[in-house]
């Protein structure tokens, strides 16, 4: 393949971008392949990735990936593109998440939509006893409550993993919920959220629940 030279049949001012990275570009993409990168965290760096928003969803649509950034939640992350090609190894990996965790995730977002619904506040607060009494509605009848007390603790532990719910320092057992979430458990899901619950119901009647991915 023969290269021709940049001054060839132009002069210096037609001359092509050689296509320098912005400052700033590799530090923001490689924190968000880290994680979530959120505005609270880190103002410095999330005024950095508003102003090279572009830039960075060029960068990473190369990898098959796409930047989801909102910025009037204040977070932003990396997710598998739809339109990627399949033969591309998936850098995002999809997270099997059991019944009881899916559960869990459901109720916090379907919390989440009432208290936008009756607040003005932006920071949805709860103990693990309040994410308990929410979750044992659903619970079938058990004699043996401290196996379901370590059950929900392992359930938050998981949730919280997942970055959905940020525990909160200095305060014993209580915890943000991450409104993250809402990029997750989107509004079509909510609107089928009744029916998601009858299913639920059913599998804790006895049918083996289905596993759901994040």
């Known amino acids: ?14 001359a092509p971008d050689t296509g320098t990275t912005p400052d700033g570009l590799p530090l923001a993409v490689t924190r968000l392949f880290k ?6 965290a880190d103002e410095k760096l999330w005024q950095r990735l508003m102003e ?15 930047l989801v950034l909102d910025d009037t939640e204040g977070y932003a992350f990396l997710r598998s593109s739809p339109d990627a090609d399949p033969e591309l190894p998936r850098l995002i990996p999809r997270r099997q998440l059991t019944f009881n965790v899916s559960l869990l995730l459901a109720l916090l977002r379907a919390r989440l939509a009432e208290f936008d619904a009756q607040n003005s506040e932006t920071r949805l607060i709860m103990t693990a006893e309040q994410i308990g009494d929410m979750v044992s509605v659903f619970l079938p009848e058990s004699s043996n409550e401290a196996r379901i007390q370590d059950q929900l603790a392992g359930n938050i532990k998981k949730v919280t993993e997942l970055g959905f719910l940020r525990k909160l320092r200095g305060q014993d057992a209580t915890y943000e919920v991450a409104r993250i979430l809402k990029a997750f458990v989107d509004a079509q899901w909510l609107e089928e959220f009744d029916a998601r619950l009858a299913d639920y119901r059913s599998a804790l009647t006895g049918a083996q629940p289905e596993r759901a991915t994040a």
Do not use: K
């Open 35 to 40: 994680g979530v990168v959120y505005r609270d």
């Open 1 to 14: 393949m023969t290269t021709v030279p940049a001054d060839a049949g132009m002069d210096s001012a037609d």
């Open 52 to 66: 090279l928003s572009a830039q960075a969803r060029d960068y990473v649509a190369v990898l098959g990936l796409e």
